[in-house]
Structures are given as structure tokens and as C-alpha cells.
Nanobody, 127 residues
Framework: QVQLVESGGGLVQAGGSLRLSCAASGLTFNMYIMGWFRQTTGKEREFVAAISRSGGNTDYIDSVKGRFTISRDNAKNTVFLQMNRLKPEDTAVYYC????????????????????WGQGTQVTVSS
């Protein structure tokens, strides 16, 4: 059974930091592109960051560039999202997602490319 489980969300003041983790099981982790998305009530799900299978290539939505860092540990089947200098507009449910790929360097920014999703973790940034 393929499963992604996010953790690390919570309540933080503006300017603070959080580190999200997503533990994968039931899949060959190093064959999957990993992504982070977020969604707030009444809005469409939004791409946040993605990382290639090798970890060598990453991409971010413009609003988080320079503040968020995506990384992965293929030995531990885990992907991370380090979030610094958080802003109230970062408040959302954050989801990790996995997409199988034969390319070690590709990454995806569209949610339609991802086949497996976690249950989400709430991040709330107070002003």
C-alpha cells in the first residue's frame, strides 16, 4: 500500500520557521519526483515546490523563493520542506505528492502529474 504521511505543521508567528516532513512507504522512493502543494479554503490547490529523483533539481513558486527549501533523503524515504520567514499568506494545508519518473533530473509543477498524495498538514502563520 502506497502511503505518504506529512508531519511538522502547526501554528507559528510571522517571521518564524517550520520544517515539514513527508514519509513515504510502499513505493521505490528514489524513482519518484516529489512535490509540495498547498490549499486554503475556497481556493485551488497551489504548487509550492518540487524536487527531482536525484535531489539535484528543484523548483519553487515565486512567492516562496529564498524562504523555502525542498530536500529529500532517499535513504530514509522522506522529503522535507524547510519554511523560513513565514508570512500569514503562507497559511494553508500543505500536501506532499509523488510522481513516478524514469528521469533522474525532471520535476513537475502541475498537480495533474502526481498520482499519490498525502493527507495534508495544517500550517497557520499568525500576524
Amino acid at each position: 500500500q502506497v502511503q505518504l504521511v506529512e508531519s511538522g505543521g502547526g501554528l507559528v508567528q510571522a517571521g518564524g520557521s517550520l520544517r515539514l516532513s513527508c514519509a513515504a512507504s510502499g513505493l521505490t522512493f528514489n524513482m519518484y519526483i516529489m512535490g509540495w502543494f498547498r490549499q486554503t479554503t475556497g481556493k485551488e490547490r497551489e504548487f509550492v515546490a518540487a524536487i527531482s529523483r536525484s535531489g539535484g533539481n528543484t523548483d519553487y513558486i515565486d512567492s516562496v523563493k529564498g524562504r523555502f527549501t525542498i530536500s529529500r533523503d532517499n535513504a530514509k524515504n522522506t522529503v522535507f520542506l524547510q519554511m523560513n520567514r513565514l508570512k500569514p499568506e503562507d497559511t494553508a494545508v500543505y500536501y506532499c505528492a509523488a510522481a513516478h519518473s524514469w528521469s533522474a533530473t525532471a520535476y513537475y509543477t502541475r498537480d495533474s502529474h502526481y498520482s499519490t498524495w498525502g493527507q495534508g498538514t495544517q500550517v497557520t502563520v499568525s500576524s
